[in-house]
């Protein structure tokens, strides 16, 4: 969306804005630095992190093209891979549900400057009202590949519509576009061009999308059935089953006393004077269950203690 970066403080103009203003993923094309001994190159600019892929240098060494991504702390905590394809062509993978990437099933935004108009026969909303020879190479694209031109989706005012303003003769045009996929057409919450970068002093405005995903949850793996007839017909898996419920409802002792084992006769049921309490008796510190659930390690440590500092207290007699 720059003409050029090449001064410091440009750049950190245009970091600062999309802090201000909350851009998490911002594409920068013809930024014109230089470093072809590095594809990729990452540089913290104030909160936001700068990646780009080197420009080159024309016949006269003056730097030319270089593109690039201003990510957010957030953007950049997702983001997974940088891949330079040419000079001209960035791609980035960022985690997510779906994952971010050109993948066929997963979410697809392309950001660019494609020189392209586009008219009323190929787009719902343009600025243009006739399509030139790149907008039929650009509409052939989103044919092809059933994508979208998300700023022209919207019936916006024409002052929010066009992207570029010639500085020589002061007209205006819609050139640059942000492409998703038809099938994510109602995450599209909205998409337009601003003129809050102005300060940054490029001839491109910025085109913002603004993105809801509506995500399906994915489907659990079936739950396997019981087979009650096999069941029924085995009486080693009857006894197992029974063995296996036995063994998890079975009230065990308190530590230090021995457990029952296999074959031995179950716990008496405790009669009225061996265990319970009369009216007048004193009330134990901690009861049997209380007992139970610290030593197994329920998280009742405090109240046992609260219990034990608490001190013995006499049953209230009706």
Excluded at 28 to 34: A, F, L, N
Excluded at 124 to 146: D, S, V
Excluded at 214 to 241: C, H, I, M, T
Excluded at 283 to 300: D, F, I, K, V
Aim: charged residues 30%.
């Amino acid at each position: 969306m720059t003409k050029t970066l090449g001064e410091e403080a440009r750049l950190e103009e245009l970091a600062h804005c999309a802090e201000e203003r909350g851009v998490e993923i911002l594409a920068v094309q013809e930024h014109r630095r230089v470093h072809t001994d590095q594809p990729i190159n990452y540089r913290r600019v104030g909160g936001c992190t700068f990646i780009t892929s080197s420009a080159w240098r024309n016949d006269a060494q003056a730097a030319t093209g270089g593109v690039g991504l201003m990510v957010s702390p957030r953007a950049r905590k997702a983001l997974r891979r940088v891949h330079p394809h040419t000079n001209r062509i960035l791609s980035a993978d960022f985690e997510g549900s779906p994952v971010t990437t050109v993948m066929t099933h997963n979410f697809l935004i392309i950001l660019g400057d494609f020189n392209a108009r586009l008219g009323p026969e190929d787009a719902p909303f343009t600025y243009h009202t006739n399509t030139n020879r790149n907008g039929e190479h650009l509409a052939a694209l989103l044919t092809e590949h059933e994508l979208l031109a998300a700023n022209t989706l919207f019936r916006k005012r024409m002052g929010k519509r066009w992207t570029f303003q010639d500085r020589a003769t002061s007209m205006r045009r819609q050139l640059d576009y942000i492409l998703v996929r038809r099938k994510w057409r109602k995450s599209i919450l909205n998409a337009e061009s601003y003129s809050t970068f102005d300060s940054v002093g490029s001839d491109h405005r910025v085109v913002a999308a603004r993105l809801r995903l509506s995500l399906r949850v994915p489907k659990s793996a079936p739950r396997a059935r019981p087979d009650w007839e096999a069941f029924a017909g085995s009486p080693e898996l009857q006894a197992n089953y029974t063995a296996e419920v036995r063994g998890r409802h079975i009230c065990w002792p308190r530590r230090g006393s021995q457990r029952p084992t296999s074959g031995s006769s179950p716990p008496a049921k405790r009669q009225p004077g061996n265990g319970y309490r009369r009216r007048g008796d004193i009330e134990p510190p901690l009861g049997p269950n209380t007992q139970r659930l610290c030593e197994r390690g329920h998280g009742w440590k405090r109240h046992a203690e609260a219990l034990r500092e608490r001190g013995p207290r006499r049953v209230r007699r009706s």
